[in-house]
């Protein structure tokens, strides 16, 4: 094995997925950062699971992402790297086993449809062991955990931005 090889982190493609959103760009990209703590699946997609009673965007670059526990503990789930109402928002994911980084876009595909995809990249900072260790799917990034992972949360997502939804 030469040192270049050696040197090379091994290739873990993003996961990627998406879904439709019966809602317009504008108003599925609020419901994202204002109403996470709402609709975001806290069994089992959060750190403190039952004990969770609020997840907050902090709308910014630099901003917060995080979990607020009944008990007043607060536990970070990155920082806001890209935020481009509405179109475009990007962050570091720290509920990985090592640092990873989340993005998602939302294009609007007619008055009451957006697209929303989610990209969840930078596995290679993983070690071999933290590929496959649980994550809130059995098995981690190797077994598709974070694939069926985010499937349901663009699911809530769906759920929660759906024009026949809002009141």
Not at 13 to 18: A, D, E, G, I, N
Not at 84 to 93: E, K, L, N, Q, V
Not at 144 to 165: K, N, S, V, Y
Request: aromatic fraction near 10%; charged fraction near 25%; charge should be negative.
């Amino acid at each position: 094995m030469t040192d270049r090889q050696t040197a090379t982190a091994p290739h873990r493609p993003p996961v990627r997925q998406s879904t439709l959103v019966r809602s317009d760009v504008e108003h599925t990209f609020d419901v994202f950062v204002r109403e996470i703590g709402v609709w975001w699946p806290r069994l089992p997609y959060s750190m403190g699971g039952d004990r969770v009673r609020d997840v907050t965007v902090e709308p910014h670059v630099d901003g917060r992402v995080y979990e607020t526990w009944d008990d007043g503990t607060v536990r970070e789930w990155g920082t806001v790297l890209v935020f481009d109402r509405p179109h475009r928002f990007a962050m570091t994911w720290l509920c990985s086993p090592a640092p990873t980084e989340v993005e998602l876009t939302f294009s609007a595909l007619g008055p009451a449809l957006t697209r929303v995809a989610v990209e969840h990249r930078g596995w290679e900072a993983l070690s071999a062991e933290q590929i496959s260790q649980d994550c809130a799917q059995p098995g981690g990034y190797a077994a598709g955990g974070f694939d069926r992972g985010w499937a349901t949360i663009l699911a809530a997502l769906a759920g929660a931005a759906h024009e026949g939804d809002r009141t």
